[in-house]
């Protein structure tokens, strides 16, 4: 089959699979509370300011009270990403607990840290108030964390 994007959306968007897994560009496309389990592996603390609060925005939209998010990775910010600490706004800002987050020590035990968080209360917050709340409207990222200004 030829993946073409109008295929790859229609086969994505339908109901054939119970196990999907959906690019980042296609939260848009994605109904509200409509997945039980969003993941991120090696994937978070590598991203920008924006597409971090995307990522936590849409993720949270998307998945229904009692899903699960999962994350796997160092567990620290990388520098020159995004200061955005992922782990504390999912259960301070988005109703989300910590369901486990595996005692090992990165790339000693294991590589790359797992924790799982439950969605326990529907918090709606959009891209904008997320934003507005993790930094504000007159902060300068575009050039990248480290030419950052008004954090």
Excluded: C
């Excluded at 999962?70 to 020159?80: A, E, M, N, Q, V």
């Excluded at 799982?116 to 934003?131: A, R």
């Amino acid at each position: 089959m030829e993946l073409v994007p109008e295929k790859l959306e229609n086969e994505i968007l339908s109901n054939k699979y119970a196990i999907k897994q959906i690019p980042f560009w296609f939260f848009e496309k994605i109904e509200d509370n409509s997945y039980n389990l969003v993941t991120a592996t090696n994937a978070l603390n590598e991203l920008n300011t924006s597409a971090i609060i995307y990522m936590l925005a849409n993720s949270n939209r998307v998945l229904q009270k009692n899903g699960y998010v999962y994350i796997r990775d160092s567990g620290k910010l990388k520098p020159g990403r995004h200061l955005i600490d992922y782990d504390r706004v999912l259960i301070e800002h988005m109703g989300f607990e910590l369901i486990h987050w595996l005692n090992v020590q990165n790339r000693v035990d294991m590589y790359a840290v797992p924790r799982i968080y439950k969605k326990v209360k529907n918090v709606e917050l959009t891209f904008g108030e997320l934003f507005d709340l993790l930094i504000n409207r007159e902060t300068t990222l575009s050039q990248g964390l480290d030419f950052a200004q008004n954090l």
